[in-house]
């Protein structure tokens, strides 16, 4: 054998070798696959026992679904304030809004000042004489201000909704028991036509990780509808449920110092905190705000609160 033919062989045998390893690398990326533990689910949130049935997932194959039937309120930390009721109120009296990348508090000065903040005069949503902000107060006021097609009575109306108003609500989801990562990431849908699940996730208390918050449709109206300090906030349809992590939701502490977990996408991943133990963000995530280790597997790490954002899409199938 020449010299050149020797250098030629070795040269495509290294090729074949280092092809070989990417791929074992890419197929070990996922080589850790950690089920749904049931028993995170807070029972107080629970309107019935998680039992499993079978389900289709988004690539047509079936497989094995928790089924869990929540009640749409938090258990373990109080809901609300919203709105505040005076514009000398403090930041306690009232809950938070998000506007580009940042987290305001919803006190008495910020509803005092939202025509400066939003640079338009017809932003007046308290009484100039006795300071009193203009609110719902009932639940056909909810109802009725909380409408994307708002009429122009609730203008510059602060929106509260109650939880007493949905209290005999219950949605069902579905959870694969293990998850099954998907060809290439599947995009959230955003509308009726749309594919893909609106919804990103639940929380341990089995609230929901919603859709990011419509707020230039609510601003638009004239209206703002304040989330509390866990990030949530409610309406009639779909009852309590969060637009933002703010680290108030029951969460499990990891071992090492790994972030803690909050909750489950729905694909079955799980979701875990956007900081781990040091308060470093994590600078390896994928498009969909995941990542895997040998310990969780592939998971997935929120974005900061004022993004009005939890996860960009799903790393796995989903039931349809």
Same mark, same amino acid.
């Given at each position: $054998? ?9 040269t495509v045998l290294l090729t074949l070798v280092n092809a070989c390893n990417k791929d074992d690398a890419e ?11 049931p028993a995170n689910f807070l029972t107080a949130g629970l309107v019935e026992p998680i039992t499993i049935v ?8 079936? /497989? ?14 109080? +809901?609300?304030?919203? &709105?505040? !009721? ?26 005092? @000042? $939202? ?8 932003? +007046? $949503? ?5 300071? =009193? ?8 006021? &909810? ?37 099954? =990562? =998907?060809?290439? /990431? ?6 009726? +036509? ?6 990103? #996730? ?18 638009? /109206? ?34 090492? !110092?790994?972030? /803690? $977990? ?11 905190? %956007?900081?781990?133990?040091? #308060? ?8 969909? %705000? ?16 004022? @993004? @009005? ?12």
């Amino acid at each position: $054998m020449s010299k050149l033919t020797l250098i030629l062989f070795s040269t495509v045998l290294l090729t074949l070798v280092n092809a070989c390893n990417k791929d074992d690398a890419e197929t070990d990326s996922d080589a850790t696959i950690v089920n749904v533990t049931p028993a995170n689910f807070l029972t107080a949130g629970l309107v019935e026992p998680i039992t499993i049935v079978s389900k289709t997932l988004s690539d047509g194959s079936t /497989a094995d679904c928790y089924k869990i039937v929540v009640n749409s309120l938090a258990s373990d930390h109080t +809901m609300g304030p919203w &709105c505040p !009721s005076n514009i000398s109120d403090d930041a306690s009296k009232g809950g938070i809004w998000l506007e580009g990348g940042k987290v305001y508090d919803v006190d008495g000065a910020f509803v005092k @000042n $939202m025509a400066t903040f939003y640079k338009d005069n017809t932003w +007046m $949503m308290y009484d100039a004489t006795t300071g =009193a902000i203009t609110k719902t107060s009932t639940k056909t006021e &909810c109802e009725e201000a909380a409408n994307p097609n708002v009429g122009a009575q609730y203008r510059n109306y602060c929106v509260e909704c109650l939880p007493s108003y949905v209290a005999n609500l219950s949605h069902t989801y579905y959870l694969p028991v293990t998850p099954k =990562a =998907a060809s290439s /990431a599947i995009a959230f849908g955003n509308g009726p +036509m749309s594919n893909g699940p609106s919804s990103r #996730g639940l929380a341990f208390n089995g609230v929901v990780f919603d859709a990011p918050a419509p707020t230039s449709v609510i601003l638009a /109206a004239y209206t703002l509808a304040p989330f509390d300090d866990a990030g949530g906030h409610i309406n009639l349809a779909a009852g309590y449920h969060y637009h933002a992590a703010t680290g108030l939701t029951t969460k499990i502490a990891q071992a090492d !110092s790994h972030s /803690a $977990m909050i909750g489950y996408a729905f694909d079955g991943y799980g979701i875990f905190e %956007r900081l781990d133990a040091d #308060g470093k963000e994590y600078t390896d995530l994928d498009a969909s %705000r995941g990542h895997t280790d040998t310990t969780r597997g592939y998971h997935y790490h929120v974005d900061a609160p004022g @993004n @009005n954002n939890f996860i960009n899409s799903l790393h796995g199938e989903y039931v349809l």
